[in-house]
Nanobody, 127 residues
Framework: QVQLLESGGGSVQAGGSLRLSCAAS????????MGWFRQAPGKEREGVAA???????SIADSVEGRFTISRDNEENTLYLQMNDLKPEDTAMYYC?????????????????????WGQGTQVTVSL
């Protein structure tokens, strides 16, 4: 089992920045893909960014150029740097780890491919 714990969410004004962290513990699958999803009220969970164990990233079109995903395999930590935040970025953000995917493009991120999930951290962006 893998346990994931997110932190770093909060409330910011548009144009601001936040850095989300996700600490992994337990039987971590360092060779597999990790990612960030988000879910706004009344909407489906969507993939935001994914990253392979070698650091190869993939970013969703909606956040391209503003968000950066990274991971520290030694520290078992996943990050999401979010800059130039917009009100439409408001959502619950979830860290997820796959138990079978090496890498996946952000456009193809499917929650069903990720076996392990954190509890989520809220990001609220106001005008």
């Amino acid at each position: 089992q893998v346990q994931l714990l997110e932190s770093g969410g909060g409330s910011v004004q548009a144009g601001g920045s936040l850095r989300l962290s996700c600490a992994a513990s337990g039987d971590t699958h360092k060779n597999y893909c990790m990612g960030w999803f988000r879910q706004a009220p009344g909407k489906e969970r969507e993939g935001v960014a994914a990253i392979a164990s070698d650091g190869t990233p993939s970013i969703a079109d909606s956040v391209e150029g503003r968000f950066t995903i990274s991971r520290d395999n030694e520290e078992n930590t996943l990050y999401l740097q979010m800059n130039d935040l917009k009100p439409e970025d408001t959502a619950m953000y979830y860290c997820a780890a796959s138990d079978r995917l090496i890498w996946v493009g952000a456009r193809r991120m499917d929650p069903n491919d990720f076996a392990y999930w954190g509890q989520g951290t809220q990001v609220t962006v106001s005008l």
